[in-house]
């Protein structure tokens, strides 16, 4: 069986000659979540591939650090982390692992 087809919606259209036909439609990915909190993204767009090709790089993705992967509260929350750890109020033992990976990559 073709697993594409998985994929395709189908729906059934009257055609002009007056017979239904069944026409076949490719479904909309799922809505894109935050990486931390799971929080659905509600500056990206619901678009498959070809679609996201077609829109602009601002259309796309919020144009802010971690922007179309965290949420603007998780984003804040790493920020901080970031801050602190850089100011030594906190130690890396005390930042979750899940944190930790987002706050090192906001070092390099």
Do not use: W
């Not at 026409?23 to 909309?28: D, E, H, I, R, V």
């Amino acid at each position: 069986m073709n697993r594409s087809r998985y994929r395709m919606k189908k729906l059934s259209r009257r055609t002009p000659s007056g017979r239904t036909a069944l026409l076949t439609k490719n479904k909309k990915p799922k809505q894109a979540h935050c990486a931390l909190c799971r929080k659905p993204l509600a500056a990206v767009p619901r678009e498959s591939r070809a679609g996201m090709a077609k829109l602009s790089a601002t259309q796309r993705r919020p144009q802010r650090t971690f922007g179309g992967v965290l949420c603007g509260n998780c984003t804040a929350h790493v920020i901080k982390t970031r801050t602190r750890l850089q100011s030594g109020v906190t130690d890396e033992t005390t930042v979750p692992l899940t944190l930790m990976k987002y706050v090192k990559m906001l070092k390099a």
